[in-house]
T-cell receptor, first 114, second 111 residues
Framework: EPEVTQTPSHQVTQMGQEVILRCVPISNHLYFYWYRQILGQKVEFLVSFYNNEISEKSEIFDDQFSVERPDGSNFTLKIRSTKLEDSAMYFC????????????FGPGTRLTVT | GQQVMQIPQYQHVQEGEDFTTYCNSSTTLSNIQWYKQRPGGHPVFLIQLVKSGEVKKQKRLTFQFGEAKKNSSLHITATQTTDVGTYFCAGGTGGYQKVTFGTGTKLQVIP
């Protein structure tokens, strides 16, 4: 069964550093998403991406964040200057965009900012 | 902005007891999805509901979408230890651009 993959599984970085989180969505899916989940809390929407541009973004997704689909398969989330409060699990997800709203989630990247 | 609340936040049940979580949105939804997240895992899709008053069943799980399309519930009959996890509803207001996840209900099943 096709699955969403994410790398790395765990990233430790120092405050102020840039990080790039990588995702490979399911190949025939059209919509891609990034979510954040602080430990023990709810899943928070960051951004959706369709047709090579941002479809919608939340208030969390400020100028420190950017997304890119540099080739036909990878989907990346960049945080330019990390803060302590960026420490969380980051999930990538994708959906077909045709009919079903089912989102397929990757295993996540745990980001720890020290 | 849109808010989606779930109650209860936590529920401990004896194995074999029933369990229900309730989801309420501040705005009318076009669709609602339910996800299960095991400890240390990622959300896994369970079901979607799109019609007012819709009821769907999956074995011991029963999902309902309210008539006003602002609330939903998930009921598990005769819980098992494999049901342990956090259950999230996620509401969409149209299209695929965004869903808002609920606050989640963490279920513990005592054997």
């Amino acid at each position: 069964e096709p699955e969403v993959t994410q790398t790395p599984s765990h990233q430790v970085t120092q405050m102020g550093q840039e990080v790039i989180l990588r995702c490979v969505p399911i190949s025939n899916h059209l919509y891609f998403y990034w979510y954040r989940q602080i430990l023990g809390q709810k899943v928070e929407f960051l951004v959706s991406f369709y047709n090579n541009e941002i479809s919608e973004k939340s208030e969390i997704f400020d100028d420190q964040f950017s997304v890119e689909r540099p080739d036909g398969s990878n989907f990346t989330l960049k945080i330019r200057s990390t803060k302590l409060e960026d420490s969380a699990m980051y999930f990538c997800a994708s959906t077909t965009g045709t009919g079903s709203y089912e989102q397929y989630f990757g295993p996540g990247t745990r980001l720890t900012v020290t | 902005g849109q808010q989606v609340m779930q109650i209860p936040q936590y529920q401990h049940v004896q194995e074999g007891e029933d369990f229900t979580t309730y989801c309420n949105s501040s705005t009318t939804l076009s669709n609602i999805q339910w996800y299960k997240q095991r400890p240390g895992g990622h959300p896994v899709f369970l079901i979607q509901l799109v019609k007012s008053g819709e009821v769907k069943k999956q074995k011991r799980l029963t999902f309902q979408f309210g008539e006003a399309k602002k609330n939903s519930s998930l009921h598990i009959t005769a819980t098992q230890t494999t049901d342990v996890g956090t259950y999230f509803c996620a509401g969409g207001t149209g299209g695929y651009q965004k869903v808002t996840f609920g606050t989640g209900t963490k279920l513990q099943v005592i054997p």
